[in-house]
């Protein structure tokens, strides 16, 4: 069940169209002092961001896979992003998945220790992190 209730939406910031969308996430992300790549969605048909709570979303076409390079890492996103946003952090993340050798591994929180830290740190459900460079995530 998605988490984006009537209510959630009646108090957000609704965009649609591909181009926008794309544009906003990289500012939202740049805005809370995160690496605006972190997201890098397709097809975005819809993004919303409550600015109260820092709740936002993202809904794309189809689920992506996509290929960070400089870490020669698989992150999987799903058809429906969503996340709290803080200042360094998106917390409570939904849609995200990382490729563990054979395994895909949830990810449901992602940080940066302060605006000019140069590592991304990125959190499993269990408690388990893992730090990359920051410039990995960048557009």
């Given amino acids: 069940m ?3 209730t009537p209510e959630i939406r009646a108090c957000a910031e609704i965009i649609t169209g591909d181009d926008i ?7 939202l992300l740049r805005e809370y002092d995160l690496p605006d790549g972190l997201l890098p969605a397709e097809d975005i048909e819809e993004l919303g961001y409550v600015k109260d ?4 979303w993202v809904k794309q076409k189809k689920d992506i896979v996509h290929k960070f390079e400089k870490v020669s890492k698989q992150v999987s996103y799903a058809t429906e992003v969503t ?3 803080e200042k360094c952090k998106i917390k409570k993340l939904t849609g995200v998945k990382s490729k563990e050798v054979l395994i895909w591994i ?5 940080f940066v220790e302060n605006p000019t830290a140069d590592k991304v740190t990125m959190k499993t459900p ?3 992190s893992k ?3 920051k410039d990995a995530f960048q557009a």
Avoid: D
């Fill in 2 to 4: 998605s988490p984006i």
């Fill in 21 to 27: 969308c794309k544009e906003k996430t990289k500012s």
């Fill in 53 to 56: 709570t820092g709740f936002m």
């Fill in 83 to 85: 996340g709290y946003l």
């Fill in 106 to 110: 949830s990810i449901n929180e992602i």
């Fill in 126 to 128: 269990t408690g388990i």
């Fill in 131 to 133: 730090s990359f460079p």
